[in-house]
């Protein structure tokens, strides 16, 4: 078992965050208020207090930045007022945001998660998201490859988070993303890990992760094979043979981490009795694996902690919640004790 680093607060650890930044703007609706007004058939809903977070990579970010580490943002935004909204949050919980790319013409990404209340219920309704469109052309991808290389090998880890499934429109175009590959095996000491929805087989050489419905979907199955297969084993191992490791997350079900040389273990999930909000928890598990394997812990003490934080932040409802360095830690050792992990045995 690795202990935790003694020089800790004595040690900056730099992490540049690149990918898809979005605001998430909650509206919390009265619904004693509703009224239909004489020119319309729905009813108007109205929205007595708001509250707005980072979001995507952003979610991350302040996830990190909870966690202990220095964090550098890297990423596309609009401008506009939700640019201004998504930079005054990211500044606020303390990131630096002098890598966010304010384009003409592109729009800031905005996740809209209207919630209605009603006595002591509270219903999460449908989310609109808004998203960037327009296209990354020559010239931005020179300008995002020029400075991404000029920061890279000051970072400790390059963290990668890819919400959307349009290449063209992100900062995470198929040139960024050899430039990305290309990096990692210049700088193979540094962590290069890479959370995708859609395109986890586009890397390798890096940590990558995703979860069992987006691993579903790039092995063309309609469900995720929850059940020990061949076919899981075959499809997992050949993306962890690829990269560094490769983290599938399975909900309540944990984790399954397939390293680099064909072996795949279990890491259970840490188990809560409280009511839950699984927003987010992708991204706070994300960031309890990165933090931990610049502490130096292996890849699979690493993605315990993951599930750790991950199990702090989903009992904070309505928000995407964050855990702080102190109160993941001093549950490592007991959760180690109660949980471990195990090899794989796959028929």
Same mark, same amino acid.
Request: overall charge negative; aromatic content about 10%.
């Given at each position: ?20 930044? @979005? ?10 208020? *509703? ?13 007595? #207090? /708001?509250?707005? %977070? ?15 580490? *220095?964090?550098? @943002?890297?990423?596309?935004? &609009? ?8 930079? $005054? ?8 945001? *002098? ?103 586009? %890397? ?5 992760? @995703? #979860?069992?419905?987006?691993?579903? /979907? ?43 040389? &064909? $072996? ?29 394997? @610049?502490?130096?812990? *292996? ?6 902690? &993951? ?38 045995? %796959?028929?």
């Amino acid at each position: 078992m690795v202990a935790v680093n003694n020089s800790y607060d004595k040690k900056n650890i730099k992490i540049l965050v690149i990918g898809d930044y @979005c605001l998430d703007k909650y509206y919390y609706i009265d619904a004693e208020l *509703d009224q239909v007004a004489d020119y319309a058939i729905k009813p108007s809903y109205f929205a007595t #207090n /708001q509250s707005q %977070y980072p979001g995507g990579a952003g979610n991350v970010t302040k996830n990190l930045v909870s966690l202990g580490a *220095d964090v550098y @943002c890297f990423g596309i935004i &609009g401008n506009d007022g939700a640019a201004f909204e998504l930079k $005054n949050s990211l500044t606020v919980v303390g990131a630096n945001v *002098d890598n966010l790319f304010a384009f003409e013409n592109c729009w800031t990404n905005i996740y809209l998660r209207p919630i209605r209340m009603s006595n002591l219920t509270r219903d999460t309704m449908n989310e609109i998201v808004c998203i960037n469109k327009y296209t990354i052309n020559q010239n931005m991808t020179k300008l995002i490859i020029d400075k991404l290389k000029e920061i890279a090998p000051q970072m400790d880890a390059i963290v990668v988070v890819e919400q959307f499934n349009k290449e063209e429109v992100s900062v995470l175009n198929s040139a960024v993303k050899q430039v990305l590959i290309n990096i990692s095996k210049i700088y193979n000491d540094k962590i290069f890990f890479v959370d995708s929805r859609n395109f986890i087989d586009k %890397y390798e050489n890096m940590h990558i992760k @995703c #979860n069992q419905f987006e691993f579903a /979907q790039l092995i063309n199955k309609k469900n995720f094979p929850l059940s020990k297969t061949k076919e899981l084993l075959k499809n997992g191992v050949k993306l962890g043979i690829k990269n560094k490791a490769f983290y599938l997350t399975t909900g309540e079900n944990g984790m399954i981490v397939f390293d680099n040389l &064909g $072996n795949s273990f279990n890491i259970p999930a840490i188990s809560t009795i409280d009511d839950v909000d699984t927003c987010g928890a992708g991204d706070s598990a994300t960031a309890g694996i990165v933090m931990a394997l @610049c502490l130096g812990y *292996d890849k699979l003490q690493a993605s315990l902690i &993951g599930n750790i934080v991950a199990s702090i932040t989903i009992k904070q409802i309505g928000v995407t919640g964050e855990a702080t360095f102190d109160e993941v830690f001093s549950l490592y050792d007991e959760k180690m004790k109660q949980v471990g992990y195990a090899k794989d045995t %796959y028929a």
